[in-house]
């Protein structure tokens, strides 16, 4: 798969398979964040991998999941996540640190994605609750949790209409809404 065929064909998945990913892979996909760009090569994060399946379940419990979803959804037992990468940010002073998250996040689920394994980028987290129980130092910022496993489900990408809501229909088919490249292009001008 390149680049651009990844970019393309990921979504972010809510639906799991429960089959185990290679530490090797999590690495690999670490290390992809670690060379992401990083304003003024401060390199400000850290990446705190998690598989181990009952410390896996008690993650699960710190994230918010799907809140376009009603009534409120969340993954079954059967479908969460059999991986997680948490970013970390180790400069509280680093004002462009968030920047880095994101470039980072963007390489960790692209480099998922041509391993055909799905990711779900989390920020609605309860912090304080996953900061005691992975013993994560005050000094250290909890930006973001990256969800993953083999994908359990095909979500599909629908025209913009009227909302940006994802939604699932009555054959439990994910759809994300997305608005038209002609909606938001500009050439030479606004």
């Not at 979803?69 to 970013?87: D, F, G, L, Q």
């Amino acid at each position: 798969m390149d680049v651009y065929e990844a970019i393309l064909s990921r979504r972010s998945i809510r639906r799991f398979k429960q089959k185990q990913i290679p530490l090797e892979l999590l690495k690999k996909f670490v290390n992809g964040a670690r060379l992401a760009p990083s304003a003024a090569n401060l390199q400000p994060l850290e990446f705190l991998i998690i598989n181990e399946k009952d410390l896996c379940k008690k993650i699960f419990d710190t994230l918010g999941w799907a809140a376009y979803i009603k009534p409120k959804w969340a993954p079954s037992e059967n479908e969460r996540p059999v991986a997680y990468i948490i970013m970390l940010i180790n400069d509280k002073k680093n004002n462009y640190a968030i920047r880095d998250v994101s470039l980072a996040s963007e390489n960790i689920v692209l480099a998922a994605e041509e391993e055909k394994i799905g990711s779900c980028i989390m920020y609605k987290i309860n912090r304080e609750k996953l900061r005691e129980l992975l013993k994560i130092p005050n000094s250290i910022i909890i930006d973001t949790v990256i969800a993953l496993g083999y994908k359990a489900e095909d979500p599909v990408v629908v025209d913009f209409i009227d909302s940006v809501k994802y939604f699932r229909d009555e054959n439990e088919v994910l759809h994300v809404p997305k608005r038209k490249l002609e909606d938001i292009i500009h050439i030479n001008k606004f």
